[in-house]
């Protein structure tokens, strides 16, 4: 297999390891959870850890990915400037998003039996509600890479299309929605890509 194949499934490695570090953390308390469900849950530091880890490598997988895209993009003709630039800036500032929640999660886990119940609580809710970072990445690298597939015919018109109506509700109170859907779709494009690269021939033969 050939790394034109291989980046492509970049994404496909950060939605499975996204998913595998939901799966290890489990679900987080809410905001108004009682003291001893806080300390019952972030005192497990083991699973936090690990499943921060992944969260993290999860991140840098989906940089690789979002890199891949805008080069492809940016390689073809008619490509446009701003949606490229737009696609690879949005990739970066999702992937600082995900890694804020690793770090205050794998924090949170290091210091439950050293803090107090409100400090525990306050490390809480940002994990809850330090979403901003993650949704703006989400809008700006899906409505740039939508915009970018529709002008160049690197992607099917109706996954550019998804892409922008992605982008979109990423910014909306359902944009959370919009998280599970761009793990979906980048699936599909991670594997789309990678067949694609897989029948193209090598450069250079004929």
Known sequence: MTSR?????SGVAAVLLTVVAFIVVGEPPDIDAQANELVSYYENDSEL??????????AFFFLLFSTTLASLLRDLRNAPSTAVNLSLGGGIVFAVGMTI???????????AGDVGEETLRLLNGLEMNMFFTVAIGTAAF?????????KTGLLPNWLAWIAIVLGVLAITPVGFASFVGLG???????VMLAMRAGRAPEPGVD
């Open 5 to 9: 194949q291989l980046l492509p499934l």
């Open 49 to 58: 850890q690990i499943g921060s880890g992944l969260l993290a490598l999860a």
């Open 101 to 111: 929640f690793a770090g205050l999660s794998f924090t949170a886990g290091e210091v």
């Open 142 to 150: 899906l409505l740039g890479t939508g915009v970018g597939a529709l």
């Open 184 to 190: 979906i779709w980048t699936l599909i494009v991670g």
